[in-house]
């Protein structure tokens, strides 16, 4: 991180902390600062709108005050949202125990995409468990790419095929068979 960008982020901390939220990222993408605010780990909820607002109202005051930034720029407030890109090893450790995807650098290794659960993470590596259950120990340093995998909806039950679900089943009606839409319909007894 640049000094720019730690004077940010040196900036931010404390806005965020009154404000009950985690400074999760601060870079720099062309003229926007980007930063990331998050709740706390282990937070069963996310960030408001509303809050984002707040926060991006005191951030803008205070870099106004401070000018930590050389030159012009446009200050974007945002959070990590559900699929969260992971850069830093504070990242990956944070999201120990989510779905992760990530692309490695060298495409000669033979697998580029490894994708599984997110099982441990230090200040050099992550491990990953597949859907095998064997692990794979990645290298931050060979990580092109990473993010976690939020899996939208519930999971099928074993067991279930897809469209099954739980409800009320209609009840027949008095041939005893239903139309396709769910309806039932009576069959013209023949004469």
């Known amino acids: 991180m640049s000094n720019e960008l730690e004077r940010v982020s040196d900036l931010v901390a404390p806005i965020a902390s009154d404000l009950e939220l985690d400074v999760y990222d601060v870079e720099r993408r062309g003229g926007t600062i980007r930063v990331t605010l998050d709740t706390p780990a282990g937070s069963e909820a996310g960030i408001n709108l509303d809050t984002l607002?707040?926060?991006?109202?005191?951030?803008?005051?205070?870099?106004?005050?401070?000018?930590?930034?050389?030159?012009?720029?446009?200050?974007?407030?945002?959070?990590?949202?559900?699929?969260?890109?992971?850069?830093?090893?504070?990242?990956?450790?944070?999201?120990?125990?989510?779905?992760?995807q990530i692309r490695l650098r060298d495409v000669s290794s033979g697998d580029r995409r490894i994708r599984g659960v997110l099982e441990s993470a230090d200040d050099t590596s992550a491990t990953v468990r597949m859907e095998d259950g064997g692990e794979?120990?990645?290298?931050?340093s060979s990580i092109d790419k990473a993010r976690t995998v939020f899996e939208w909806g519930p999971k099928p039950k074993a067991g279930t095929r897809p469209g099954q679900g739980k409800g009320k089943k209609k009840p027949a009606g008095p041939s005893g068979k239903k139309s396709g839409n769910g309806n039932t319909h009576k069959e013209k007894q023949p004469s």
Do not use: Q, W
């Open 53 to 100: 607002a707040l926060a991006t109202r005191l951030i803008s005051r205070e870099l106004d005050h401070e000018d930590p930034i050389n030159g012009r720029y446009t200050l974007e407030v945002t959070s990590p949202g559900l699929e969260r890109a992971l850069r830093t090893p504070a990242h990956f450790r944070r999201e120990v125990g989510k779905d992760v």
């Open 136 to 140: 794979t120990v990645v290298e931050y």
